[in-house]
């Protein structure tokens, strides 16, 4: 399996666009999250879902952020409008429940996305 | 609530010598704790995880160990090589499969 993927890897807009990153996590995964890296909080989790269903996203900072699992295989994380302050390093994670208890999460390679 | 807590944003070590790495929790409910290493421009990579059931766990160079009554874990690293320099985090997994990472400490192996 080639891992969690990820895109675009960079991505710059101007403020007020709608920004939209994509996931698609490994194959046989029934769990995805979207966190976002900055200094400040380190890996922030933002949503995740689990068979596809949203489970918690308390850590969505506000209404300009939503997220997506239309199936297994495919995730969105949208941005709409966005503002300089989202400007932060996304990263997409998936892993497997298992009989046996829970795996590690495996993340994407990130999308880096600068707002101006 | 549940927290996770790397207070020390960055770490210098002399190749060969032990790098320590350490991390608090406020939530005993949740047994299961992690730690990533992260290269620039990477994704965050699996190390080495512990449960509650072990104080201590080792693979190879890295050593995680769990002191449940300080609501504390270390990762050690012996000996460290240049190749260690990345920023490390902890995460204590949930028991609503969630994985709750710390700030993140910087790690440096002077050569």
């Known amino acids: 399996d080639a891992g969690v993927i990820q895109s675009p890897r960079h991505e710059v807009t101007e403020m007020g666009q709608e920004v939209t990153l994509r996931c698609k996590p490994i194959s046989g995964h029934d769990y995805l999250f979207w966190y976002r890296q900055t200094m400040m909080r380190g890996l922030e989790l933002l949503i995740y879902f689990n068979n596809n269903v949203p489970i918690d996203d308390s850590g969505m900072p506000e209404d300009r952020f939503s997220a997506k699992m239309p199936n297994a295989s495919f995730s969105t994380l949208k941005i709409q409008p966005s503002e300089p302050r989202d400007s932060a390093v996304y990263f997409c994670a998936s892993s497997h429940s298992g009989r046996v208890g829970h795996t590690e999460a495996f993340f994407g390679q990130g999308t880096r996305l600068t707002v101006v | 609530d549940q927290q996770v807590k790397q207070n020390s944003p960055s770490l210098s070590v002399q190749e060969g010598r032990i790098s320590i790495l350490n991390c608090d929790y406020t939530n005993s409910m949740f047994d299961y704790f992690l730690w990533y290493k992260k290269y620039p421009a990477e994704g965050p990579t699996f190390l080495i995880s512990?449960?509650?059931?072990?104080d201590k766990n080792e693979d190879g160079r890295f050593t995680v160990f769990l002191n449940k009554s300080a609501k504390h874990l270390s990762l050690h690293i012996v000996p460290s090589q240049p190749g260690d320099s990345a920023v490390y985090f902890c995460a204590q997994f949930s028991g609503t499969y969630k994985y709750i990472f710390g700030t993140g400490t910087r790690l440096k192996v002077l050569a």
């Open positions: 512990i449960s509650s059931i072990k």
